[in-house]
C-alpha cells in the first residue's frame, strides 16, 4: 500500500542546520550532513534541505553542503532555495541532489518548471507555494514571494494548477498563518490544493505534534507532510512520531 | 573493497534520462570502484555488469537504438552479462509503452507498459504514483531479491507501469497490481528506485553486485 510521507526539512543558513520562530531567534541546530542521516535512520522518509542564504558566497557553501549531505543518503532529497535557473538546478543535481524546490523563480519565470523538467524529469519540480489566506479565507488565498514578504496577488489553487500543466511533479505548500506556530496544519488550504491537483501535495506550516500529522493526512488529504523545528533538539523522532500516526490510522512506512 | 564475486567493471548507461549522480554513488558506497558511466556499445559489451538507470520519458530510451546500445546490450545479455534496469530502464525491457508508441524497447519481457488508470473501483486514482510502497508476492528464487522481505517498502516516482507477468519477480498495489521487480536469468529490472529506498534498495543493489 502506498503510504503518506514524513519529510524532515533543514533550513541552512552558511553551511549549518538554524532554527528560527517566526522568523526570529535563529539558533545553531547542527550540522546538515549529520542531522540528515540521523532523520533518515530514525525513519524520515525524505529529506529536504532549504538553503537560507541569500549571498552570492553562500551558493558556494551550499553545493559543497549538498554534497556532503547526499554522499551517504540513499532516501529522496530535495535541495531548495535560491534556484533561479536551470543551470542553478544542474548544480544542486549534479552535488547529490533527486529534487529541487523552486518557489520565487517559478513565479517569476514559469517556465523554469518546464525548463528543469525536460533536462531531469518532472518528478525533479517541486514548486512551493508560501500561502496566506485572504478576507474570504481559503478561496482566496494567495501566493506569496520573497520568503513570505512579498504578495503577489496570485490565487493558490490557480497557480498549483497551472504549477502541474508546466510539469511540475509535486507541489510542496506552506501556510504562513500556521508556519511556526506549532498548533497544526492548514487541513483546509491543503485539501483544496490536493483536490484541485493530480500531483502531490506536501503539507508544510504548523506541525506540532503527531496528531497534526494525521489530520492533514486524513482532512487536508496531503500526500506528505513536512516538518522542521518539532525535529530538531530531540524533542520528537520520525519513528515515534510515524508510529502514533499510523496508530491514527494512516498508512506509514515503518521499520520492520 | 570489493564486496561481490564475478567480474567488477559495471557500465551505467547514460542515455541522457535525468540524473544519474545517485545510482552511481550507491553502486560505489557498496564497493563497485570500477563503475563506467557510458554511451559506448563497446564499453556495454566489454563489462562485467550493465546497469540501465533512467527517469523522464519513454522517448528517451529512443536513444539507445540511435547508439547500437540496443544491439549491444541484446549480445552482452545473450552471453550470460547480469543486466538491471531502473525505473524506465526497466520499461525498456519490456516491447513498449503507451508513452511512445513509436519508440520500441528490447522486447526481452512480453507485454507493454501503460499509464495508471485515472479511475480505479470507482475511486479517482493520483498520477504520478509517489511514494512508499510495499513488495508482495515476492518470488522465493528471484536472485535480485534474495533477503527481501514481501512487505519491504521501495521509494517509487512513475506514471506508466509494466504489468504482472510470470517473469515478474515482485508485484505493488496501486491502481491494481504492477511489476515491482522482473526477472529471468540474467535480466532484472526494478520500477522502483533501489539507490533511493534505504536498506531494502541497498540490499537490491548489492545482490545484484554479488551475481
Redesign the interface.
Known amino acids: ?5 514524513v519529510i524532515a526539512c533543514l533550513d541552512v543558513r552558511g553551511g549549518r542546520v538554524v532554527k528560527g520562530i517566526q522568523f526570529v531567534d535563529i539558533v545553531d541546530a547542527g550540522d546538515p550532513a549529520e542531522l540528515a542521516h540521523r532523520h ?1 535512520a530514525a525513519g524520515a ?1 525524505e529529506i529536504v534541505l532549504l538553503d537560507i542564504t541569500a549571498t552570492h558566497e553562500g551558493r558556494g557553501t551550499l553545493i559543497d553542503t549538498v554534497r556532503r549531505t ?3 543518503l ?3 532529497f530535495t535541495v531548495g532555495g535560491g534556484i533561479r535557473s536551470a543551470e542553478d538546478a544542474e548544480a544542486v ?4 541532489a ?1 529534487k529541487v524546490s523552486i518557489n520565487s523563480s517559478a513565479i517569476a519565470r514559469p517556465e523554469l518548471i518546464g525548463e528543469i523538467g525536460s533536462s ?5 519540480v517541486i514548486v512551493a507555494i508560501d500561502a496566506r489566506r485572504g478576507p474570504n479565507g481559503v478561496s482566496d488565498a494567495e501566493v506569496y514571494v520573497s520568503g513570505g514578504r512579498k504578495p503577489t496577488g496570485r490565487n493558490v489553487v490557480e497557480w498549483a494548477r497551472e504549477a502541474e500543466q508546466r510539469g511540475a ?2 507541489i510542496l505548500l506552506t501556510s504562513m498563518d500556521t508556519d511556526g506556530m506549532r498548533n497544526g496544519f492548514d487541513c483546509e488550504l491543503t485539501r483544496a490544493v490536493s483536490e484541485a491537483v ?3 501535495v506536501i503539507a508544510s506550516g504548523g506541525a506540532g505534534s503527531a496528531a497534526h500529522f494525521a489530520e492533514v493526512f486524513k482532512l487536508g488529504k496531503a ?2 507532510a513536512l516538518a522542521a523545528s518539532i525535529f530538531h533538539f530531540g524533542v520528537t523522532d520520525s519513528r515515534a512520531l510515524k508510529a502514533e500516526v499510523a496508530a491514527a490510522g494512516v498508512a506509514m ?1 515503518l521499520p ?1 | 573493497m570489493v564486496v561481490y564475486g564475478g567480474g567488477n567493471v559495471i557500465a551505467v548507461i547514460d542515455y541522457k ?3 544519474l ?2 545510482v552511481v ?2 553502486l560505489r ?1 557498496l564497493g563497485a570502484d570500477d563503475v563506467v558511466v557510458t554511451q559506448s556499445h563497446e564499453d556495454v559489451l566489454k563489462a562485467d555488469k550493465i546497469v540501465l538507470p533512467g ?3 519513454f522517448q528517451a530510451t529512443q536513444l539507445l537504438e540511435d547508439l547500437r546500445l540496443t544491439q549491444a546490450t541484446r549480445e552482452a545479455v545473450a552471453k550470460g552479462t547480469p543486466f538491471l534496469g531502473i525505473c524506465v530502464g526497466l520499461q525498456w525491457l519490456y516491447e513498449g509503452s503507451t508513452e511512445a508508441p513509436g519508440t520500441a524497447g528490447l522486447g526481452h519481457f512480453a507485454g507493454q507498459c501503460e499509464r495508471f488508470p485515472a479511475v480505479y473501483e470507482g475511486e479517482e486514482l ?9 513488495l508482495e508476492e515476492v518470488r522465493a528464487d528471484s536472485r535480485l531479491l534474495r533477503g527481501v ?1 514481501p ?3 521501495v ?1 517509487y ?2 506514471s506508466w507501469r509494466a504489468p504482472v507477468s510470470a517473469d515478474t519477480a515482485a508485484s505493488t ?2 491502481g491494481g497490481a504492477f511489476t515491482g521487480a522482473v526477472e529471468r536469468g540474467n535480466v532484472m529490472g526494478v520500477q522502483f ?1 533501489p ?4 536498506e531494502t ?2 540490499k537490491v543493489l548489492n545482490n545484484f553486485l554479488e551475481l
Request: net charge positive; with cysteine.
Open positions: 500500500m502506498l503510504t503518506k510521507r533518515a522518509d547526499a554522499e551517504k540513499f532516501v529522496p543535481f549534479t552535488a547529490g533527486d531531469f524529469g518532472a518528478q525533479a511533479g509535486e493530480q500531483i502531490p500526500d506528505a512506512r520492520c | 534520462a535525468g540524473n549522480t545517485s554513488k550507491a558506497f527517469v523522464g520519458h493520483k498520477s504520478p504514483h509517489v511514494g512508499w510502497n510495499s522481505k512487505g519491504s517498502f521509494y516516482t512513475h498495489l496501486y528506485h539507490e533511493k529506498s534505504a534498495g541497498l
